[in-house]
């Protein structure tokens, strides 16, 4: 299941997990897209924790960052994980870092 060509759910449950496929940008994240199809996702299935999985991923786009507040705020716990230095030193800058949970998986 995946929203545009960008978007990718890996796990659909109370803790579903997203991601984006190892792509290094998301400059062609449609936003607005995203976010409504996270919020009926997340409305039929009671998911409780969502988490996105940043593997390989460099860059985001500010948008993008306003997504996971927004989401953090209608209810489930957001996550992250295997976000780079470069993307945790502007979660760090921005502080959401405070709202979201960061894990760094080593394989």
Same mark, same amino acid.
């Given at each position: ?11 659909? +449950?109370? #803790?579903?997990? @997203? ?9 062609? !994240?449609?936003?607005?897209? =995203?976010? &409504? ?25 500010? +948008?993008? #960052?306003?997504? @996971? ?9 957001? !996550?992250?994980?295997?976000? =780079?230095? &470069? ?21």
């Amino acid at each position: 299941m995946a929203v545009g060509s960008e978007l990718e759910v890996y796990s659909l +449950g109370k #803790l579903t997990v @997203l991601g984006f496929g190892g792509r290094p940008m998301l400059d062609h !994240l449609n936003v607005a897209e =995203c976010r &409504d199809w996270i919020v009926d996702l997340i409305k039929a299935n009671g998911i409780e924790s969502l988490a996105f999985d940043l593997t390989g991923v460099v860059v985001v786009p500010s +948008g993008f #960052l306003g997504l @996971l507040a927004s989401l953090r705020k209608i209810g489930p716990e957001v !996550l992250l994980f295997n976000v =780079c230095d &470069d993307i945790r030193e502007v979660l760090e800058i921005t502080h959401l870092d405070r709202m979201l949970t960061i894990h760094q998986v080593e394989v």
